[in-house]
């Protein structure tokens, strides 16, 4: 067999290919699922703010979602994400009206209350989704 060594080296050098390609799919494929998660994670904090926030918390339980729906549109700044907002009956299941195939949807709840103690609670609930 002549230039043994050759084959070998060209055999080396494929593997190492497949080893640095598959090294980087998966840093990309990693990266990609975090870009998903972000938004989501995003979420409960500013259900938190508007809970404590008084003016759109009694809007809230007066059933407006103008200025909570204005509030969480500046502060989610992604221009490829839409969301809804919907308020609900503390038993309501509060389902999402807008039925989208092969969309991720994130979707949060938090439970709205007077502080005094006059009007019912409300559920507020969020639901964040990729524009098509």
Known sequence: MVNKKGWIRI??????????????????????????????????????????????RSEILNNQISGTKAFLEKRIKNPSIDLEVKICVLDDICPHSKMVDN?????????????IGNTEPKKLKVFLFNKK
Request: aromatic letters at 4%; glycine letters at 4%.
């Open 11 to 56: 055999v080396e050098a494929v593997i190492s290919i497949l080893i640095v390609f598959g090294a980087v799919l998966t840093v990309s494929m990693k990266a990609q699922s975090n870009k998903s998660g972000d938004i989501c994670d995003a979420l409960y904090p500013l259900l938190e703010e508007i809970a404590k926030n008084t003016s759109l």
């Open 103 to 115: 969309v991720e949807v994130c979707a949060s709840e938090r439970v709205i209350s007077s502080s």
